[in-house]
């Protein structure tokens, strides 16, 4: 058992550092276009995972993405149209800042019906 145990401890300091490697982390800002304020709690995912986080009260996210390679970014809010962003460089850090315009829909008339 012990000899099972250094060799063990010897595998996870040769190979821990190459899983560490394949981790790509993303920062940035979301801001609303019209007045560059920002964005309170807009959710920021990768598509096809389920790896998401959201904004905190200055606008900021940190999410990291568990693929190697590239990957799509994308940025939803209930107030705002969805935006992404095709990262195609992998690197261990990238920093990608959103502007988003508010997502208009046009009038609705309600009426009663007697």
């Known amino acids: 058992m012990n000899n099972f145990v250094k060799i063990f401890s010897v595998f996870l300091i040769m190979f ?22 920002p964005i309170v709690g807009a959710t920021v995912f ?3 995972t389920t790896v998401a986080t959201i904004t905190n009260a200055s606008g900021i996210y940190s999410i990291t993405v568990p693929v190697e ?9 209930i107030s705002y ?3 992404s962003r095709t ?24 009426t009663a019906k007697k």
């Not at 800042?97 to 009038?107: A, R």
């Open 16 to 37: 821990a550092p190459l899983a560490l490697l394949a981790q790509q982390k993303v920062t940035g800002k979301i801001i609303d276009a019209a007045n560059s304020t």
């Open 46 to 48: 990768i598509a096809n």
């Open 69 to 77: 390679g590239s990957f799509d970014i994308v940025v939803s809010h």
């Open 81 to 83: 149209q969805r935006v």
């Open 87 to 110: 990262v195609d460089t992998p690197k261990p850090s990238h920093t990608i800042d959103f502007v988003l315009n508010i997502n208009e829909i046009s009038e609705v008339t309600v």
